[in-house]
């Protein structure tokens, strides 16, 4: 009598869309300005951080509407800053996640930054990191604190 009603089975035709579009190279311009697009139509309550997957690969089938093409390259971004890298880069945008997670902790432990004593330049001081237990082990390259809510950046300020 009150028998249960069989659920049609619903196909998911993004993915399809996602495997019709073509592949071709993506420049790194072409992808900032779909990340732009993106972000620009993201809807309340979602956050920018849904299209990096855990490797810190991006996730083009967020961006396949924007870029009409799926990308040869692989592409990495920065959880924390949101910076763009190509795969040669792949370890800044490692490294700034790992950093900047270090540096928040080290100024709510230390209500202070991270940086060399005089270092016009804000320049991240490991050692303090390393000595709070914040780091285990030292990038390949130094980086520096924007004045601009204390991010991370691998360029030298006024290199730019």
């Known amino acids: 009598m009150w028998g249960r009603k069989k659920k049609k089975e619903t ?33 309340e309550g979602i956050e920018l951080q849904t299209i990096i997957n855990t490797d810190n690969t991006i996730d083009y089938h967020f961006l396949a509407p924007y870029l009409k093409a799926i990308p040869h390259q692989t592409y990495y971004m920065s959880r ?17 996640d790992r950093i ?25 001081n490991f050692f303090k990191l390393e000595r709070a237990g914040l780091l ?11 004045k601009d809510e204390y991010m991370i950046t691998y360029q030298q300020p006024g290199s730019e």
């Not at 997670?101 to 004593?117: F, G």
């Not at 285990?136 to 924007?146: C, G, K, V």
């Open 11 to 43: 196909k998911d035709h993004s993915r399809d869309k996602k495997q019709d579009l073509p592949m071709r190279d993506i420049s790194l311009y072409e992808l900032r300005q779909a990340i732009q697009s993106f972000t620009a139509n993201l809807p």
């Open 80 to 96: 924390e800053t949101y910076d763009v890298f190509e795969d040669k880069d792949r370890q800044i945008a490692i490294d700034l």
């Open 100 to 124: 900047q997670q270090a540096v928040d902790k080290y100024v709510q432990q230390n209500s202070e930054l991270p940086i060399i004593e005089g270092d016009p330049y804000r320049k991240v």
């Open 136 to 146: 285990t082990e030292r990038p390949d390259r130094a980086y520096y604190i924007t």
